[in-house]
């Protein structure tokens, strides 16, 4: 019902469609990854068109926030990117979520990867695993205490830093994306 009474007020088309960008965590002691501010890697990197906003014809329902470390990368990487990590969201220069970035799950479940010799299996790496949804729920509640999702429009300024302290370098470059989950709103 909401979905086709925004597509009726402002004839744009809506989907469930979350909005991604990838960084890539670097083997440095200390980090910070900007998200959602380049836009020339192509989709299988962002699916922005405008640094920083939604852009023109375009509308965006927030329903959560989740990661998703791409690879097999080591157990001891991930913990010390998931202790040792902060996120800061804001959208139109105001604070959304700040925490420990351990408290984002990834939006893939758990999984991971093992090594076998002939006498024994080690678990060699590991993704933090699906909660009851895929995401950290940002959606707030009305007075019936139904939920609602945080509306972002084309003029709304958003961006997400993730911080790695320092003295926690790690052994390998890899990816991790910051995937925005809700409805989008385009032409």
């Known amino acids: 019902m909401l979905?086709?009474?925004r597509s009726m007020r402002t004839g744009l088309r809506y989907s469930y469609q979350p909005i991604y960008d990838r960084q890539q965590v670097t083997a440095a002691a200390s980090q910070t990854?900007?998200?959602?501010?380049?836009?020339?890697?192509?989709?299988?990197?962002?699916?922005?068109?405008?640094?920083g906003s939604l852009g023109d014809n375009k509308h965006f329902f927030l329903e959560g926030i989740s990661i998703h470390?791409?690879?097999a990368v080591p157990i001891a990487d991930l913990v010390k990117l998931f202790d040792y990590s902060y996120v800061e969201i804001k959208f139109s220069g105001l604070d959304l979520f700040t925490g420990p970035l351990f408290l984002l799950p990834d939006c893939g479940g758990l999984y991971g990867?093992?090594?076998?010799?002939?006498?024994?299996?080690?678990?060699?790496?590991f993704v933090n695993g699906k909660t009851n949804k895929?995401?950290?729920d940002l959606s707030?509640?009305?007075k019936q205490g139904k939920p609602v999702a945080l509306e972002i429009n084309k003029e709304a300024t958003f961006s997400c830093q993730?911080?790695?302290?320092?003295a926690t370098a790690i052994s390998a470059a890899f990816y991790l994306w910051v995937v925005l989950h809700g409805i989008l709103g385009r032409q």
């Open 3 to 5: 979905i086709e009474q």
């Open 33 to 51: 990854m900007n998200y959602f501010k380049s836009i020339s890697d192509g989709l299988l990197s962002t699916n922005m068109t405008n640094a």
């Open 69 to 71: 470390a791409e690879g």
């Open 113 to 125: 990867s093992v090594a076998t010799t002939a006498s024994t299996t080690t678990l060699q790496s």
């Open 134 to 136: 895929p995401y950290y």
């Open 140 to 142: 707030m509640t009305d």
């Open 162 to 166: 993730i911080k790695r302290e320092a």
